[in-house]
């Protein structure tokens, strides 16, 4: 069942609606998962391209019941980059944006998991709690992991936008007291607009995509967590590609 409503974020001072995915089967309490650019998960007509990552239909064949819990992102102008920006940047298009990712982290975890964990049959804990994003939202996904680990045990990051800030997030990574429980899915495609590509079709470990997502899971794997990189021969920056990763990090975030 899929429930939309609206949802009032104090520290962002701004309306989100939530796109709710609640399990088909299974007997409650339900582990949860919440997911940045929520409007792009189920439906076609709600995605901004217009193509879904055909999430209802995946979580309806899998037999893992959960919650999903999609966070529609500001559409006005920049603000949809600076609310899942993290870190000042002086990167390119970045340079100037407000960085507003720490209050909507805030927002996530002291506002909208409460009312959730209150309102659905939720297991609170963070072993049963996972973060997903793609791009900017796969950077927001990682810095989740990072900042609030005490409140995630798992992030899947697809083709994340660490590159522009990755010092910033491998210095809190370091700094940060992981739990060795802690789980991450980095992801990239050939596609995706990187130069120096000879073949597509091949994996590249030459690339900052690569590289940025390899330093990444090694600061997981070195607090003894599990990391996952993935290469997606031919794979786009898009929501049709996103979703022929969904039976490739759920099972690897969520297995026992």
């Not at 870190?87 to 340079?95: A, F, H, Q």
């Not at 990755?166 to 990187?194: C, F, Q, V």
């Not at 990391?227 to 794979?235: E, F, N, T």
């Amino acid at each position: 069942m899929l429930i939309k409503q609206d949802y009032y974020f104090h520290a962002l001072d701004a309306n989100r609606p939530l796109h709710i995915r609640m399990p088909d089967f299974g007997v409650p309490p339900f582990p949860v998962m919440y997911f940045f650019d929520g409007h792009n998960l189920f439906l076609n007509e709600d995605a901004t391209y217009g193509k879904s990552w055909g999430l209802d239909a995946y979580c309806a064949g899998w037999d893992k019941p959960m919650i999903i819990v999609g966070i529609e992102c500001a559409h006005e102008g920049n603000r949809r980059i600076s609310e899942y920006l993290p870190y000042g940047s002086n990167y390119g298009w970045l340079k100037g944006v407000e960085p507003l990712g720490e209050r909507t982290m805030q927002a996530l975890v002291y506002e909208l998991k409460p009312y959730i964990d209150a309102s659905f049959p939720t297991i609170p804990f963070r072993e049963c709690t996972g973060i997903c994003g793609s791009s900017m939202g796969g950077l927001m996904a990682a810095y989740a992991l990072v900042r609030y680990n005490r409140y995630f045990s798992k992030a899947a990051c697809l083709s994340p936008a660490i590159g522009s800030v990755s010092g910033k997030l491998w210095h809190d990574m370091n700094n940060a007291a992981l739990s060795p429980d802690s789980r991450i899915y980095l992801s990239w495609g050939t596609m995706e607009g990187y130069g120096g590509v000879k073949n597509p079709w091949e994996e590249d470990r030459t690339s900052w995509l690569y590289k940025t997502c390899r330093t990444t899971a090694s600061k997981i794997l070195g607090v003894g967590g599990a990391a996952k990189l993935y290469c997606q021969l031919g794979g786009h920056h898009c929501e049709a590609d996103w979703e022929k990763q969904l039976p490739v990090f759920m099972p690897f975030l969520w297995q026992a």
